[in-house]
C-alpha cells in the first residue's frame, strides 16, 4: 500500500522534482531516515504528512536514480529495498552513517508530528460533531453575506431549509437559544425564495397559510405537473366509448375519479392527445381536473338561462351545455379580444348550439342583458393564478401585493354584477357560483365576505364534499361563518390545481343586504361595543350598521378607535361569544336599556371625576 | 345581425342541397330545443358579419339586444361569405351536414389522417361509398367508426370510382377537421 502511494505520489510530483531537486539532495540522507521510519510506523499517519516526506524521499531517490551521483546512488538502492521491508529499513538505516543523537531528535520530531496529526484529528472530529443536525444555528448575518456574495449553495439551502422546518415543528424542544420563531420563519422564507424561486410576497403569502410542513409539500406539488384529464363530450359520445377507442389508439387512460361522470386522466400516450381525430371530431376536451369543479357546483338545468361570464377558453361553458343537453340558453361573454377564437371555435367542435357568444366587460353585463333575468351564473373570475403554478412557473416572480389588490377589487365588482343579474325568483335557480384558481384569501374568502355584506344573497354547500372548507378567519379578517360551506382545493392534498369555488343564493332581488338579517347578526355581538361608544358616535353607529358597513373588522376599527377604557376588556370577549341570532325586537329592547344604563353610568363617572 | 336576403338565401340553400338532397327540409323546419321556452321552436338563418349561423329562433330574439360590435357567434357558424359575394360552407357546418347528409363516403383507418391533414381522398383509402353519386356532388366524409370527418365534392360518380385506378381522386376535399387545429382563425 505504502509503496503504490509512494509511486503514485512519484508520477504526481514528478513536475516539483526539477524545481526541487537542489534542495533535496541535501535532504536526502536525511528524509531517507525519516521515509523509513514513517514507512516503518502504523497506518494511522495523515497522508499528507506521508506525502510530504515521500516527496522528500522520492525525490532522494528519483535523484538518485535519476541523477547520476554516487553517493546517492548507493542510498538510493538500499533506500529502495528498504522500502519494501519494514525489518529492512530499520536494518538499512542502521547501515547508514548518522549520529545517535540525530536518530533521537528525529525520533522525537516525528513523535511531535504524530502527536500534532492525532490533535487535528480530534479537533477536526469535534468540529464535526458540532454542526451536526441537533443544533441547528441560524446562519448569522456575516455568514449570510459571505453567501449572498458567493453562487447560491443549492444542497446547503435545502439542507437548511429542512432544518428549520424540523426545528420549527418542534420548536419548544429543537430551537436555539435566544432565536425567536420570527427569525426561523424569515430564514426559512428567504431560502425557500432563493431555492424555489419565489418572489417575497407570494412566499410570505404561503407561509401565512400553511403550516411548515405543509408548506414544504405544497412547494414540492407546485414544481411538479398535475396529471392531464380529459372530459368526455355527453353530448356526442359516451365516456366508456370514448375511453375504448382512446386506448385503442394507444393513449393509456383511467376513469378520474368517484366524484366524476365524465372525467378521464391521461397516464401515458403514445399519440398526441390533443390531435386524434375524436378529438377534432369533438368527442372530448382537454381540462383540468379543478375546471369541472365549479360547473359540477353550478348544476344547471335544462331549458335555464346561464351566464358564463370569463367564458374563455370554453371548457366550462361546453360542459355547461352537454348538462343542458343543448336546451335553454347560454351566454358566453369573454372580454379579450384574443380568447375570442378560441372560445367559439371550442364551442363549434363540441357542437354546442344553445349559445350566445359575447364580448363585453363583465361588470357592463347586466346593463346589456337586464338584471334580475338570469337563472344561473358561472364567474371563473380572473385572477392572480397563484394555484396554478405548476402550469406557470413565472406566477412565482411576477405577482405582487398590488396585483393581488387589483384582482380583489375587479373581482368584488364582477360578483356584484353577476348577483345582479339573477333572478332571485327564478323556479330551479338563483345562482351564482364563483370561482378561481388563486390561493390567496383576499381574492376569494374576501371577495365573497363583501358579496354577503353588500346584497342578499347567501352562500350554499356547494356539493363537493371533498374540498377544504374555506377559511371562516384568517389572520387579522373575521368573515361570516356560513364561508366554511365554501371549498379549497389544493395541489398537495387532491392532486389537482389550486382551486376555490363558492356557491350563493340570491334570496331577494332588491339590491341593499336586508337590514333584518344584518340587524340579528351583528346585534348579538354589536351590543357591547354600540353601549362603550358615546351617544354622539352611537347614532354614526347606528346609521353605519344600516348601511351595512356593519363587518366584523370594521367593529375592530371602531373599537379601537373609540373604546371606552373601562370596557376594554369586554370587547375580545363579546367577539367570541358563539353566533346566534336574537329576535329583532329583543335587540332593539336590549339596545335600549344598554343605552340607558351607559348614560347613567356617564353621569355616574362624570359625578365621580 | 340580420336574416338573409333573397339571393344570399339562395346561395346558402343551394350549398346546402348539394350535400344533403330533399334532407333540406329537415334541416329547415327542425323543432329546436333550444332557449328556455317550453316548447320547441324553429330554426333559421341569420347574418352577422359575413357569416351564416343556423340558430333557433329563440337564442335569436335573446340576442338581440347586444350590440353589434359585441356580438361574436350564434348557435351554429355554418358559413360564410367571400369579399366577392360567394358564399362557402365552412368546417362548423360539419354536424349539421352529417346528420342530413345524402352521399356518405367511409374512410379506411389508414387514410383517415391523411384525409385529416388535408389532403384529398384517393381511392385507395376508400373504405365504402354509397350508390348514385353524381360527379360534382357533395359528400359527407366518415371513419369507418361513423365519425365525420369533413365533406367536399365527389370527383367521379360511383359508377367510374369503381373503375378507376388506386391512386385516382375520389373526393376533393372542402373542410375537414383537422381544421380545427391547423388554422386558428377558423371562427
Known amino acids: 500500500m505504502e509503496d503504490e502511494e509512494v509511486e503514485v505520489v512519484k508520477g504526481k510530483n514528478s513536475q516539483k522534482k526539477a524545481s526541487k531537486k537542489e534542495k533535496s539532495k541535501e535532504f536526502v540522507a536525511v528524509n531517507k531516515k525519516k521515509k523509513n521510519e514513517v514507512l516503518s510506523e502504523s497506518d494511522m499517519e495523515d497522508e499528507e504528512d506521508e506525502e510530504m516526506q515521500s516527496v522528500d524521499g522520492d525525490e532522494g531517490g528519483d535523484s538518485g536514480s535519476d541523477m547520476s551521483s554516487d553517493g546517492d546512488d548507493a542510498f538510493a538502492g538500499d533506500f529502495l529495498q528498504g522500502s519494501d521491508d519494514e525489518e529492512m529499513g530499520s536494518g538499512s538505516q542502521s547501515d547508514l552513517d548518522s549520529d545517535d543523537s540525530d536518530i533521537e531528535t528525529k525520533s522525537k520530531a516525528i513523535d511531535d508530528a504524530k502527536e500534532r496529526e492525532e490533535k487535528e484529528a480530534l479537533d477536526e472530529l469535534r468540529l464535526n460533531i458540532k454542526e451536526a443536525p441537533d443544533e441547528f444555528r441560524l446562519p448569522t448575518q456575516e455568514e449570510l453575506e ?16 429542512k432544518e428549520i422546518v424540523r426545528v420549527l415543528s418542534n420548536f419548544t424542544s429543537l430551537r436555539q437559544e435566544g432565536a ?88 401515458d400516450h403514445q399519440v398526441p392527445y390533443g390531435a386524434t381525430p375524436e378529438y377534432m371530431a369533438g368527442h372530448y376536451m382537454v381540462q383540468s381536473a379543478s375546471s369541472f369543479l365549479p360547473v359540477m357546483a353550478l348544476a344547471p338545468q335544462e331549458k335555464e338561462r346561464i351566464v358564463d361570464m370569463a367564458a374563455s377558453p370554453g371548457g366550462k361553458t361546453t360542459y355547461i351545455a352537454a348538462l343542458m343537453k343543448n336546451t335553454g340558453i347560454i351566454y358566453a361573454n369573454e372580454m379579450k379580444e384574443a380568447r375570442l377564437s378560441k372560445l367559439t371555435s371550442n364551442l363549434q367542435r363540441l357542437g354546442v348550439t344553445n349559445t350566445v357568444v359575447c364580448s363585453y366587460d363583465g361588470r357592463e353585463l347586466p346593463k346589456v342583458l337586464g338584471n334580475n333575468t338570469v337563472d344561473r351564473i358561472l364567474l371563473d373570475a380572473p385572477c392572480s393564478g397563484t394555484g396554478v403554478i405548476s402550469k406557470d412557473e413565472s406566477v412565482k416572480t411576477s405577482k405582487t401585493a398590488v396585483d393581488v389588490q387589483n384582482c380583489s ?135 353605519k350598521k344600516e348601511q351595512n358597513k356593519g363587518s366584523r373588522k370594521d367593529k375592530v376599527d371602531n373599537l379601537s378607535l373609540k373604546r371606552k377604557k373601562e370596557e376594554k376588556p369586554n370587547a375580545p370577549t363579546e367577539k367570541r361569544k358563539k353566533y346566534k341570532p336574537p329576535p329583532r325586537e329583543e335587540i332593539s329592547k336590549a339596545r335600549e336599556e344598554k343605552r340607558q344604563a351607559l348614560r347613567e353610568a356617564k353621569k355616574k363617572g362624570k359625578s365621580k371625576v | 345581425m340580420r336574416p338573409l336576403d333573397e339571393s344570399e338565401t339562395t346561395q346558402v340553400f343551394e350549398k346546402l342541397f348539394k350535400f344533403t338532397g330533399n334532407n333540406l327540409k329537415n334541416i329547415v323546419e327542425s323543432p329546436s330545443h333550444e332557449g328556455p321556452d317550453q316548447t320547441p321552436g324553429r330554426y333559421c338563418f341569420r347574418l352577422h358579419k359575413n357569416r351564416v349561423y343556423y340558430v333557433s329562433e329563440s337564442l335569436v330574439k335573446r340576442a338581440t339586444n347586444i350590440k353589434r360590435d359585441n356580438l361574436v357567434a350564434l348557435g351554429t357558424n355554418i358559413g360564410k361569405f367571400t369579399k366577392s359575394g360567394k358564399f362557402h360552407l365552412t368546417i362548423q357546418a360539419l354536424n349539421l351536414l352529417a346528420a342530413n347528409a345524402k352521399h356518405k363516403v367511409w374512410l379506411k383507418p389508414t387514410s383517415e389522417m391523411s384525409f385529416l391533414y388535408g389532403n384529398d381522398v384517393i381511392k385507395g383509402g376508400l373504405g365504402r361509398i354509397t350508390d348514385n353519386i353524381n360527379a360534382y356532388d357533395g359528400v359527407v366524409v366518415f371513419s369507418m367508426s361513423d365519425v365525420p370527418l369533413g365533406f367536399g365534392i365527389a370527383a367521379k360518380s360511383t359508377q367510374d370510382c369503381r373503375k378507376m385506378d388506386p391512386n385516382g381522386l375520389v373526393v376533393i376535399r372542402q373542410a375537414d377537421t383537422g381544421e380545427y387545429l391547423r388554422s386558428q382563425e377558423d371562427i
Open chain 1, 146 to 161: 459571505v453567501e449572498a456574495r458567493g453562487p447560491p449553495d443549492l444542497t446547503g439551502l435545502q439542507q437548511r431549509i
Open chain 1, 180 to 267: 425567536t420563531r420570527k427569525q426561523y420563519i424569515e430564514q426559512l422564507k428567504l431560502d425557500l425564495g432563493s431555492y424555489y424561486g419565489y418572489n417575497e410576497f407570494l412566499i410570505s403569502s404561503f407561509v401565512e397559510m400553511f403550516p411548515p410542513v405543509e408548506l414544504m409539500e405544497l412547494i414540492e406539488a407546485f414544481e411538479k405537473p398535475r396529471p392531464i384529464t380529459l372530459r368526455t363530450n355527453t353530448l356526442k359520445t359516451r365516456r366508456r366509448d370514448l375511453a375504448g377507442v382512446l386506448l385503442n389508439r394507444g393513449i393509456n387512460l383511467d376513469p378520474l375519479s368517484k366524484w366524476s361522470k365524465v372525467g378521464l386522466v391521461v397516464y
Open chain 1, 409 to 543: 377589487r375587479l373581482q368584488k365588482e364582477l360578483i356584484l354584477a353577476a348577483i345582479d343579474m339573477v333572478d332571485a325568483n327564478s323556479k330551479s335557480g338563483g345562482y351564482v357560483v364563483y370561482s378561481t384558481c388563486s390561493m390567496m384569501v383576499i381574492e376569494n374568502e374576501d371577495v365573497i365576505d363583501y358579496a354577503l355584506k353588500k346584497r342578499d344573497v347567501k352562500l350554499v354547500p356547494c356539493g363537493l364534499d371533498f374540498g377544504r372548507p374555506g377559511f371562516v378567519r384568517f389572520r387579522e379578517s373575521r368573515f361570516h361563518p356560513s364561508l366554511e360551506k365554501t371549498r379549497r382545493f389544493y395541489p398537495h392534498v387532491h392532486n389537482m390545481d389550486g382551486f376555490f369555488v363558492a356557491k350563493l343564493k340570491k334570496m331577494s332581488n332588491s339590491k341593499a343586504a336586508p337590514a333584518a338579517a344584518q340587524v340579528a347578526e351583528d346585534g348579538g355581538s354589536e351590543i357591547e361595543p354600540s353601549t362603550i361608544e358615546t351617544p354622539a358616535p352611537q347614532s354614526n353607529v347606528i346609521s
